[in-house]
């Protein structure tokens, strides 16, 4: 049965944020599902594809600051894809949710007609710590970063090629990183109150994805195959650079994992770092110097040798949760001695998630509508201590709150507007449904799980002219959903780490129209403002009570929101910035 | 016409002779007058002798006689020209160069008052030879440059004057500068109005390079200028015109320019924000560049206010619309002209206000026959219904300016010098007017009552009526080079004819009511006043 249509959320360090691919190809990898060949209509759900940034190692792993941030995500897998750690190479760090396979009893038919599943990863877009947004320019080789509160510009000089970046968790400075990749080294960009330093590493085997650890004090350059068109197959991508970013000892080293790494994350100790490949969990210990110390194997219950299952690595870095399409089960593979546990489920799951505290996987299974709820690690002494939860409506994806335990479960498979809601950390954990006015197409909780923006699609299956459309749902109010029509696909979404605001941009070159939804809650207020050119990407600078959407413009165009006063500012051509002189 | 004079040329013969008889005859005698130079102010037709090195002011009694004044302007004359309102004129001279003894005259801008008591003002001495000069159309300042005719020994491109016509000459006055340079040179200078800047109202100069900006505080020029470079990437831009706004209405922190680029759809919009704390910089404002784009590269810039609020107006002739952009968002809108317009301009009060308190913008063209009004408090929200086209029957290379009591007039000439319009900006309508002869000039009178016109080195002269557009049509004697609307003394108004070419005559008819039974006829005016 053909998985799920998965798409993938991402959320930032520290505000979260979520790209949609709709409507920017050229900053889009895309690659098909192996299972679903062809007959993807030509719905938001066939362009909404699931993003390179892959299901998140979960809760179970403090994988990232963004995984950190977002808490829990869902994860799906695409018959290709591992979960792993949010990506900061686009965004700054996301956190992901999607959905996979399987079906509900006399809905076969649909779901065997679904599209398949694709990946797609936005690149350039900005990354945002404590008050700044940071944004690379490959081409002049600098790295313009903005106070989101006085909406300066200063710009800074990188290596050659300033490509990816990411947000670095540091408890004073406003950090980044950038990899340059002309110039194979990685520039560390460090803001305090004294001003700005750079520091450049080598990173020789250069990349296009980052993993930051939480603390901040590791980073791991890596290079995701998937976001490379028709990589060579002799083309492994396996060395990754770890970068130890100590203030004052900043240092480098190259280490080799397995094939085609999809993911790296840390454990939530700092000890060690875990890059899911197609060999398996190659574990990095971070010592001096870091070190790949050993492989676990994940292979036993692959289809293929060249697929990769769907994983979650626990926060304390003991187990790794395997899920691959088409069994009736989640493997609990020890890393410290590789030894797997079989957790039987009553079909197979179409998803799997960790939740923010790390006591619970969530796995959905689709054909039962259930969420199986398997405790963390009781679950590898008694593989049936599992909890099945049964649904009202078909669900196959679920998105965990960031710092709730709360989850919500849906379908993307086929048009159904029905939201299931179940805490998962409850002691008797019941499956509530919110009827939603449209086909839900993905799901982005503020952290408390209090509200959650749902985007839809599929909008034509009931009538609508509009290109798609998003609700917000005051859940912890039980106040009823406001659904909102967009005249363009929407390609990122962001909600503010207090859940108070969101962020929805939208737009399509074909049309022309380009906007951002900008959303009060739980007053359900809406604001929507154009702009002047295609979204990238958007976010939320808290520090600073604006919201941003970077958009694309060859100098450079970023739009802030002042939440406050709902006051937009656009920036356009950062580097002009520098080029004042008045010297005193 | 009346011949009651030529007096002076009578004496002329007189004068010589006792001149000669002295023996001690002014060099000026042994000089071929010439090249003269013609100006009209308030109140008076300026001369400028430049060979004799003396302003012959030409006011008007009210029985239309002259009472001629001559004032010295300084040798090594270089240019000159009237402040907008026709108040003064200022005159640059190199003075003697070298400069071999204490006696020899040095640089300088002398101002001469243009009244109808014209007398010499302040004379601000200057410290290199140079030829170039701008005048604030508030003539309250003016900048003295390096000009491409300068060709000394040495030069600095960059080296500014600033004058403070306000104040009398001082240590401080003249400002001597020179700008910051990445490369370029001054091409172009732009007094702004008054803006509210963070550290209290001012006026800036921006200096226009050839390749960035200068901005230099008139409240305090001897700070220096701010320099905006254009391109981060070097690449070649050349600003060539600017809007300012000082913000929306009621505010008084949205000060800004905007910079037409040569060739460029992008346009660079410049916030004049307040310093940061920590930034280390010479001025009590931040010029931040921003970019907005128009669509297609824009002929012309305007701030205009709209139905949504102030708006950047850049008209885009490739396009055939008006790009309202708005500044803080960069979010644009366009109203569709139809046509290819090149130039506009704000006519809100002339043309009896606009829709919401909106502006109404008048473009035109050099190339297309017509003129679009467009309703700017239509121009964002409903775009289709903004623009209102006339049809001419000529395109529009100039637009005059019609004084109270006939500001909703515009005076349009065509390229060819033959066909004029009367546009009323209120009734919207054009009226054809037309010329006999190819490149006649119009000018209009400071009263706003009447348009002249006439033909360069041709006799004819015509007096139109605004009020009811009818042509006076007049033939003088003498060919006509210039002719200038001035106030008489007595209050009325008088019209001098100047023939450059002959023997430097005038011809001075009422402004009123002209005819050649009461005009008076001069010749050799230059002689009249030598003494």
Redesign the interface.
Known sequence: MPGERRWHGSCDVRPETVHLPGGVPSFLMTSPRRNDAGARPPSLRGRLRRRGLLPLLGAGLAVSAAAAACGSSSANDDGSGIPVPGDYAGNGGSCEGNTSGGSLAGFDAGVDALPPETDTTSYGAPVATGKYVWIANP??GRVAYIDAT?L??KLVEAGDGPTYLAAVPDPTDDVAIVLNVLSLDATVLRASASGLTATTLPVPGSGNTWAVSADGHWAIAWTDARRITNPDPVEGYQDIAVLDLTPGSESSVDLTVGYRPVGVGFDTAGGHAYAVTQDGVSVVTLGQPPAVTKNIPLTSNLVDAGATPQVAITQDGAYALVRTDGLSSIDVVSLADGTPTTVPLPAPPTDLALSADGKTAVAVVRDTSQAALLPIPGIVADPSSLTLVTADALIGSVTLASQSSIGFFYTNALPDPVLTVIDTGAAMPVASSILLRAPVFGVFPSPDAGNVVVLHDALTSIGSQFVAAASLVPVALGLPPKIIGLTAPPISVAVAPDGAHALIAAGDDGTGIYELVVASMPSLDVQI?????LPIAAGVVAGANRGYVAQT?P?G?I?FIDFATG???????F?????????? | MSTTSRPLLALAPVLGALLAGCGTRDPVWDTTPGPLVDFGLVGSAAILDTSASRALMLPVEGDLTLSPVSLPIGRGFATAAPTMDGSKLLVLTHGDVPVRTPADQTPGLGVIGGGTSPALGALYPLASPISGLSIDPEGAFAVVYSSPADVSFVENPNELSIVDLGRAPAADNPTPLTL?SFGGQPQSFVFTPTLHLPAGPTRLLVVLTDQ?LGIIDLGAPAEGD????????GESVTPTAIAVTDGPAGTTDGAELAVLLEDDP?I?LIDLLPV?PGQ????SF????????AGGPPSALAFVDTDGGQRLGALVPSQQNLTLLDP?????STVDLGGAFESFTVVTAAAGGGTNGADVALAWSTQSPEVAFIDLGGAVGTPYRAVQVLELEQPVAQILDVPAPNERLKLLVAPDGQSFFVLDLVARTASPIASSTAGTVASVAGDGQFAWLFSPGGTDLAQLDLQNLHPLNLTLDDPISGAFDVARRDGGRALVAVDEDADFGVTVLDGTNPSLESAVEYSAVLLGSLR
Do not use: C, K, W
């Open positions: 081409s002049s006085t300066q510009i403002l154009p702009l002047a050119s413009y100098d165009r739009t006051e937009a500012r656009t920036l356009t051509g580097e002009l910035a520098t080029e004042v002189v008045d010297d005193p | 910051r960035d701010i320099t905006v470079e254009l391109s981060s990437s992008n660079v940061l280390m910089v010479a001025h931040s010029p931040t560049p921003n970019i907005v784009f803080a968002t960069g979010i644009s």
